[in-house]
T-cell receptor, first 115, second 111 residues
Framework: AQKITQTQPGMFVQEKEAVTLDCTYD???????LFWYKQPSSGEMIFLIY??????QNATEGRYSLNFQKARKSANLVISASQLGDSAMYFC????????????FGKGTTLSVSS | DSGVTQTPKHLITATGQRVTLRCSPR?????VYWYQQSLDQGLQFLIQ???????AKGNILERFSAQQFPDLHSELNLSSLELGDSALYFC??????????FGPGTRLTVL
């Protein structure tokens, strides 16, 4: 069965430091996509970054990068130079290319950035 | 702003009632997804429509139904509401196999 596991319920980091949010996934499919979303306290879901299973390079989007280790089935999010506005819940999600293209989400990690 | 709109933003109703949540996808997106976010279940996929046709079903209760109209907007109908249906309901849209963009959500409170 497809599953996303985020083992860190909460993470704390100081401004300007880098932080890694862990995500492991389980699927027997060869074709899949991995996503990270940010959910601030206001509730909206903001797309951050995407990695396809066949992409050889790690995805990067500004201060966000995805550390994709296919053999270990991990897709960790790295946020460089944390900012106070990064404080939010972060969700890892997987899309498996079967019938439909819905996302399976992990339980999320709450990131708190302090000054 | 993701370009996905949802109405209403908040909805308060009583047990046993029926409500309709509305979603307009981003321009050009043919796929619409509905998700439910609750404290105990987390974020769960409910149902997907693609260009008016049901594409996939997730953990959607029989009391819930959805449709996508020719103009691609979608509605999620929740009936015989129970206290446990209180949640944040998200609509998302995408082009095929690309990232999904989420609307602001509808917060449903069942009293």
């Amino acid at each position: 069965a497809q599953k996303i596991t985020q083992t860190q319920p909460g993470m704390f980091v100081q401004e300007k430091e880098a932080v890694t949010l862990d995500c492991t996934y389980d699927t027997s499919d060869q074709s899949y996509g991995l996503f990270w979303y940010k959910q601030p306290s206001s509730g909206e879901m903001i797309f951050l970054i995407y990695q396809g299973s066949y992409d050889e390079q790690n995805a990067t989007e500004g201060r966000y990068s995805l550390n994709f280790q296919k053999a270990r089935k991990s897709a960790n999010l790295v946020i460089s130079a944390s900012q106070l506005g990064d404080s939010a819940m972060y969700f890892c999600a997987m899309r498996v290319n079967q019938a439909g293209t819905a996302l399976i989400f992990g339980k999320g990690t709450t990131l708190s950035v302090s000054s | 702003d993701s370009g996905v709109t949802q109405t209403p933003k908040h909805l308060i109703t009583a047990t046993g009632q029926r409500v309709t949540l509305r979603c307009s996808p981003r321009s050009g997106d043919l796929s619409v997804y509905w998700y439910q976010q609750s404290l105990d279940q987390g974020l769960q996929f409910l149902i997907q429509y693609y260009n008016g046709e049901e594409r996939a079903k997730g953990n959607i209760l029989e009391r819930f139904s959805a449709q996508q109209f020719p103009d691609l907007h979608s509605e999620l109908n929740l009936s015989s509401l129970e206290l446990g249906d209180s949640a944040l309901y998200f609509c998302a849209s995408s082009t095929e196999n690309n990232e999904q963009f989420f609307g602001p959500g509808t917060r449903l409170t069942v009293l």
